[in-house]
DNA sequence: CCACGACTGGACTTGACAGTCCATATGTCT
DNA sequence: AGACATATGGACTGTCAAGTCCAGTCGTGG
């Protein structure tokens, strides 16, 4: 592929998960992601086999996305402290979108989990990537002495992002914060009643 | 409404809950639900004046469908180990169907919470009614000396269903159960470390 | 410069879907 | 019986979406 052709291809991506996040999958028809990018039925289908094949693109691109975002929130967190921050930013995200549009990992996988086995997987190795990144930050706090030895750096993780998804779902249908705000609470004392004893 | 309408607009709305259920809001056509139904396209536009509609009516059924369910589970729990059989009844029948499928209330609304806004406020009301009905066995629990008296039943409700949905949808995409066991573990711990001093 | 593969434009086909329309049936009340 | 509201059958329309096809253009290596 030619340096206009990546282009090109990443332009398509690019908008179609604009669009995607906005609208669902089932809400984008390709139409709408040719206009949004500026390209024509046979670039779509030069660069992709079909539809699935670019929501398969599209799940990858929102895995970065998350990931990348993740990273600036956690990669300078050496404390429990730290990460209260972490809680905060996202709390603050969501409130500042009334909780619309919620996790691009999260509504997508909801939306296609039981209808595409191909979309599953790449979900959850969205979320296993996630977890893991996660879990390496956690250690970090354990080897820092933040953390008490004992400590499961994989499950706290685990908890740490099924706390935010059941949150961000939440705020997505009520329009408040409020749930995301307790269940975060909630995941942050859990990691908390693992610290070292003295930490606290 | 005769009773013959009625039955019939109750065949209709079942398997139109059921096709959802299975398929999405998106992945289900007004003649998939005459098929399941054996009812006609009249019949349809004689109870529903159109798609939203009965969508609508859908998710006030899949409320009172989880309310049932929820209420089986709760309504003889009258110590903190019997909350914890609400959590195994609820790992239990999500292993069974490998996570697929998940909460019928939490798929309805990430697929519909930013495309409707009369569905989005259908299924808040359904999880506000469901917070309700959690918050008052907790209630029951802290008046019989289970749960401290500064113990919150509504804070600890929507933690509880925080947790839970987004085990499920972590169930669903990774189709495993374990984030959804240590998410419901947390917030089991979340109520204990609200217990009256000496019950546990 | 020219040949060939990568790339692009856009019309066209096919099918599905929401919603409309009108004719007919059913049942109840008088 | 018969009038009238409720209920049902099913054909029809218009729209929109995925995917196909072919005629071109671009750009780089020989």
Redesign the pocket.
Known sequence: ?????????ARIVEAAAGLIYDRGVGG?????VMRAS??????????FA???ALIGAVIQAQTCRVLAFQATLLDHVETLAGLRGWRDAIVAATEAACGVGGCPLGTLGSELADRSENARALVAEGFQAWELRLASCLRRLREHGELDPGAEPNDLAASLIGALQGGLLLAQTTRTVRSLKLVLDMALEHVGSRAKAGVL
């Not at 030619?2 to 282009?7: E, I, K, M, P, S």
């Not at 500026?38 to 660069?47: E, M, N």
Request: net charge neutral.
């Open positions: 592929m030619t340096a206009r052709g990546a282009a090109t291809r984008t028809s390709l139409d709408d500026s390209t024509s039925k046979s670039q779509l289908y030069h660069y079909d539809k699935d």
